[in-house]
């Protein structure tokens, strides 16, 4: 498994968030947002790229990768976006001016990147949504599948929800992945704690978080553009092309060969767009 390693840790209301910061402390601030059910392992190999521009921020959400994940906790979109919102204000990238951050947010992400803007108030020098959950409906098959059996796979043996879960990460990406990368995915939502802390945010799912600001988007006042995997079978790239019309003048970009994950199958996509748009 690649090592990752998130130094740093905020505390938001009893928890503890876990986050990391690459790059010149004088350089442009950018944020690396990671979605669901993944961590910001998943910009692993993007962030050290990026760091030669920009001081890189990266966090993994509550709830998730090394983040806390105690049992009764809140770990939905309604909280994401306030923890989001602290923790831009505990780096001090809320400030008008050059400490205004890039945002950069993928899958559950996007939508704590669109809520954080909207509804915390919090402004960016740019937003890239990279398959973004912003418009219903949204959720994976699986996503789908437990919402409706919750109680059956919240007492599932460990070594069901051990063999669930490769197929289900690799479902996310269109192009092989080695097995070792795969652990990297995998191993926070193993164990008892880990597995959980997966059907426990499964659970706290609810398109009523992005039904709040869904009708704002038009509000966006920041450049704003969104990357599409043409082969998502998580989010369709449909979702891609009616999103990039509520939002004004945003850039649309289809990725072919590429799934959900674009970070793996598609990274160099992510940076060539980046380093263009930014």
């Known amino acids: 498994m690649d090592t990752w390693e998130l130094p740093l840790a905020l505390e938001f209301e009893g928890q503890e968030v876990r986050y990391g910061i690459l790059g010149d402390a004088k350089a442009p601030p950018l944020v690396l947002l990671h979605g669901t059910p993944f961590s910001s392992y998943e910009w692993r190999r993007i962030a050290p790229l990026l760091a030669q521009r920009y001081q890189v921020h990266f966090y993994d959400m509550t709830g ?13 979109l309604g909280i994401q976006n306030r923890v989001f919102a602290a923790l831009l204000k505990h780096c001090g990238l809320t400030e008008e001016g050059s400490s205004l951050p890039h945002v950069v ?94 059907y426990r945010q499964i659970a706290q799912m609810d398109m009523a978080y992005t039904d ?7 509000e966006i006042d920041c450049p ?38 674009m970070q793996e199958d598609a990274p160099e996509a992510i940076v060539d767009a980046l380093w263009d748009f930014l």
């Open 224 to 261: 704003v553009q969104i990357l599409w995997g043409e082969e998502d079978q998580w989010v369709p790239i449909g979702h891609g092309r009616d999103l990039a019309t509520m939002i004004p003048q945003a850039r649309f970009i289809p990725v072919p060969d590429c799934g959900h994950l």
């Open 212 to 218: 709040e600001v869904q009708g704002r988007y038009g």
């Open 64 to 76: 998730y990768g090394r983040s806390t994940m105690e049992a009764g906790r809140d770990v939905s």
């Open 105 to 198: 947010a993928h899958d559950f992400g996007g939508a704590t990147a669109l809520r954080t803007h909207l509804l915390d108030g919090c402004r960016y020098r740019s937003l890239t949504l990279i398959d973004p959950v912003a418009i219903r409906p949204w959720g994976s098959p699986l996503v789908q599948h437990v919402h409706h059996h919750q109680e059956a796979f919240a007492g599932m043996p460990a070594y069901m929800h051990q063999a669930i879960l490769p197929p289900y990460i690799r479902s996310a990406m269109h192009r092989p992945v080695a097995d070792a990368t795969l652990e990297g995915y995998i191993a926070p939502w193993i164990g008892e704690r880990g597995q959980a802390a997966f």
